[in-house]
């Protein structure tokens, strides 16, 4: 289960980016969503283009968590 996150306040390297993706939406559907979802607070970028036009991963992985209303524990 997916829990507070520390790195929030900090540098976020994809790859923790990735494993909480893939918890709260399962490892082949965290891609297909991330490639498909457009957000506005993300300027209106999906999150795969946010990271790849360099987005701090911390930022969009708050985004995410919110669009998707994880509960605070996944925070």
Known sequence: M???APWL???VRLTEFWERMDGALGPRYSRY???SHV???LHGRTV???????EDAAVVWRAVWRNLQLPARER
């Open 48 to 54: 795969a283009t946010a990271l790849a036009d360099g």
């Open 33 to 35: 969503w991330a490639d």
């Open 39 to 41: 957000l506005a607070e």
């Open 2 to 4: 997916l829990g507070w």
């Open 9 to 11: 306040d900090g540098p």
